[in-house]
T-cell receptor, first 114, second 111 residues
Framework: NAGVTQTPKFQVLKTGQSMTLQCAQD?????MSWYRQDPGMGLRLIHY???????DQGEVPNGYNVSRSTTEDFPLRLLSAAPSQTSVYFC?????????????FGPGTRLTVL | SQQGEEDPQALSIQEGENATMNCSYK?????LQWYRQNSGRGLVHLIL?????REKHSGRLRVTLDTSKKSSSLLITASRAADTASYFC???????????FGKGTMLLVSP
């Protein structure tokens, strides 16, 4: 199994540009989520999905869209990039929603918005 | 807002010593998890402790949970240089695997 994969690894955008960060998992996990990590801030939840066709907002959803058309994929779209969205983005998945499940993280995408 | 807060922010020890990191949180939880992050990499799950558990062991890791004080500690015994990483606690309050992370403790283990 490849686990959780993310593409691209690095990306530089100009303010106002849009892009999609890709996330895929091959473990048939129901739950997937997106976090951003900023220096000194830990990880903050952007959006999450408890299954195909179901998404919900996390702590910092503004400026981001998600969709979950398949179990495997959970792309994160930046609608109009802003410098405040410069961050490292992590995708994670979990076997099933519920109380006692660890999350598996991808390697991250480092995004710079100029 | 951050649910968990780790203490200390940074910790520097010698190989063979024990490392203790603490985590405090604000609201009731279903479980608390600890993750490790090596520089420039994704997070790796270390251990999960349920709200009705007080202590859990996994290899050289020992985690305690005190729900009355809303705090947890992670002890790494006989530290190795390879343990150098950032360690994060994460709480699951909603029961939907929606984790809230603290800011982390940076651990440096010198040979």
């Amino acid at each position: 199994n490849a686990g959780v994969t993310q593409t691209p690894k690095f990306q530089v955008l100009k303010t106002g540009q849009s892009m999609t960060l890709q996330c895929a998992q091959d473990m048939n996990h129901e739950y997937m989520s997106w976090y951003r990590q900023d220096p000194g801030m830990g990880l903050r939840l952007i959006h999450y999905s408890v299954g195909a066709g179901i998404t919900d907002q996390g702590e910092v959803p503004n400026g981001y869209n998600v969709s979950r058309s398949t179990t495997e994929d959970f792309p994160l779209r930046l609608l109009s990039a802003a410098p405040s969205q410069t961050s490292v983005y992590f995708c994670a998945s979990s076997p099933r929603t519920g109380t006692y499940n660890e999350q598996f993280f991808g390697p991250g995408t480092r995004l710079t918005v100029l | 807002s951050q649910q968990g807060e780790e203490d200390p922010q940074a910790l520097s020890i010698q190989e063979g010593e024990n490392a203790t990191m603490n985590c405090s949180y604000k609201t009731s939880i279903n479980n608390l998890q600890w993750y490790r992050q090596n520089s420039g990499r994704g997070l790796v799950h270390l251990i999960l402790i349920r709200s009705n558990e007080r202590e859990k062991h996994s290899g050289r890791l020992r985690v305690t949970l005190d729900t009355s004080k809303k705090s947890s500690s992670l002890l790494i015994t006989a530290s190795r240089a390879a343990d150098t990483a950032s360690y994060f606690c994460a709480t699951d309050a909603k029961g939907y695997s929606t984790l809230t992370f603290g800011k982390g403790t940076m651990l440096l283990v010198s040979p």
